[in-house]
């Protein structure tokens, strides 16, 4: 007969924290959430650690590179997807690696044959007023002239005039020349009191610079960089390509590297990290998974990860329990793979970062997940709310919200993170395409998720990651407790007519 558990599988929501002794000395202000990415030995420091404990789901409609920017500044880490080309992944890698602060690629591009009626369908789409023109419609074209809220009016205008009738042309522009620093890129914005920089290469355009991002603009201290004071970005690889993959991947600059798979207890997770091993030694990092039980880990570990990821069936998208009744509750996952990680610690001093993958629904779930032993969180309902996520933006009754599917529905079609490897496409779906109501800027959403957990940590007596895994006292909670948990028995004022 199977084996059965004999505790039952649970999620972040069956469990709390119990306060422990408050010091009056400690406050969120002197919490660090400085964490491990990569594994290291006893006594020595990992190669990676993230400053944030957050790290976003490697998929189309989470991290590409212009969420892997804004993480990176807030001190968090992207996986950039790899369900497209090698080309397009390797990229995405590429414009992080060499993001230019306050220098943007830009946005909205058209051709001199374009119309009103074009600038007017941005505008409505996107809600983005300043728009190229080059000579091929494309963002490095020859730069013909420049677009702003300033050059048009509705109703006074055909909305089939030419932009090359209103448009700025270049000849009247002032521009600065590629290699400038951002400075001065800035003093020449307020001397001629613009709001829009064009910085070109020769005759074509590089990148805009943007008057309103300048009190933006000022460096995060807790920026994830890399000794060139570029940012750190991740990458997700297959058991499929991975032989053509990586190496792309690597020359690109990815500084880290993770198996992306639904099921990661599997011998061709061990191949690729057999690869990584051949091929690199010990200079490219590997994180593999998701598991959800101490075999599993015991596995990957023997087998060279550098970090593991737990996680099966638990993210919002993820219809995978309901297609193969596979999975495990997210919180019993974490709690038994940390306990083997432990154990793995104490017998050979190898210490190896856990992340908690899918199934973080409040903010207060990244905080369990961390008690409970991971080192850090991978989220995608999260990161695809935000303004930067890849999803496009739609008003859906009212209210905005962004589009967030799963790798393993047939919109992403990432066969290779669920099937065996026989290349051939799945029968089945195991995702959903889906909105998610969209939240805003990311880095105004993450300072809050982040107030939240160092504040909890303080209430738990715990000034670091280390410290709360320690530390932290939980316990599981009834249907009824859970109901207590939010509002009740009144009447809340925004529900009242
Ligand atoms: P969540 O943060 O949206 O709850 O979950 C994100 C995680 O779900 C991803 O990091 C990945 O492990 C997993 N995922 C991605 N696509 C699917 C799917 O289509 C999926 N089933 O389960």
């Excluded at 990992?46 to 804004?70: C, G, N, R």
Aim: aromatic share 10%; with cysteine; net charge negative.
């Amino acid at each position: 007969m199977a084996k059965v558990y004999d505790e039952v599988s649970r999620t972040f929501n069956e469990y709390l924290l119990i306060p422990k002794l408050t010091k009056r000395t400690d406050f969120p202000e002197k919490v660090s959430l400085r964490t491990p990415l990569t594994k290291y030995r006893k006594g020595e420091d990992p190669l990676i650690q993230l400053e944030i404990p957050f790290t976003s789901a490697i998929m189309q409609s989470v991290s590409d590179d212009t969420l892997a920017v804004a993480l990176a500044r807030q001190g968090g880490l992207s996986f950039i997807y790899s369900s497209q080309t090698i080309e397009a992944q390797s990229e995405m890698v590429r414009k992080v690696k060499e993001f230019k602060l306050g220098f943007v690629e830009s946005r909205f591009n058209l051709t001199l044959e374009s119309t009103l009626a074009d600038v007017v369908r941005i505008k409505n789409t996107t809600d983005h007023t300043t728009i190229t023109v080059t000579s091929d419609g494309c963002p490095h074209g020859e730069l013909l002239g420049i677009i702003t809220s300033r050059n048009w009016r509705i109703p006074k205008m055909d909305l089939r005039t030419k932009v090359s009738e209103f448009m700025t042309p270049v000849s009247e522009l002032a521009c600065g020349t590629d290699g400038i620093s951002l400075e001065q890129a800035y003093d020449i914005l307020w001397n001629h009191k613009l709001d829009v920089l064009p910085i070109l290469k020769g005759k074509n355009l590089s990148s805009l610079v943007f008057r309103k991002d300048y009190f933006s603009d000022t460096e995060n201290p807790h920026a994830l960089m890399d000794e060139k004071k570029s940012y750190m970005v991740g990458a997700g690889v297959n058991t499929r390509d991975y032989r053509e993959r990586i190496p792309r991947l690597v020359d690109s600059g990815a500084d880290v590297l993770c198996i992306d798979s639904s099921d990661g207890f599997s011998e061709y997770q061990k191949d690729v990290i057999d690869f990584v091993r051949e091929t690199y030694g010990e200079t490219v990092k590997v994180g593999a998974g998701n598991v959800v039980d101490a075999d599993a880990f015991y596995y990957l570990a023997e087998a060279g990860a550098d970090f593991i990821k737990i996680g099966v069936g638990g993210g919002s998208i993820c219809i995978t329990r309901e297609q193969k009744g596979i999975g495990r509750g997210q919180a019993t996952a974490v709690l038994e793979v940390a306990k083997a990680r432990d154990e793995y610690y104490e017998r050979t001093g190898i210490y190896i970062p856990l992340g908690s993958d899918g199934g973080i629904v409040q903010d207060y779930h990244v905080t369990l997940a961390l008690a409970m032993g991971a080192d850090f969180v991978m989220l995608g309902r999260y990161f695809a709310r935000f303004e930067e996520a890849p999803g496009r933006k739609y008003m859906l009754n009212g209210n905005y919200v962004k589009e967030y599917w799963g790798e393993g529905s047939n919109r992403a079609k990432n066969w290779s993170r669920y099937d065996k490897n026989d290349g051939s496409a799945l029968k089945f779906e195991e995702g959903v395409d889906s909105y998610v109501p969209y939240a805003g800027p990311l880095k105004d959403n993450l300072m809050i998720t982040l107030a939240k957990i160092k504040a909890a940590m303080v209430n738990s007596g715990c000034l670091s990651i280390k410290e709360f895994q320690h530390n932290a006292t939980l316990t599981v909670i009834s249907q009824m407790s859970l109901s207590e948990s939010s509002a009740h028995d009144v009447i809340p004022k925004d529900q009242t007519f």
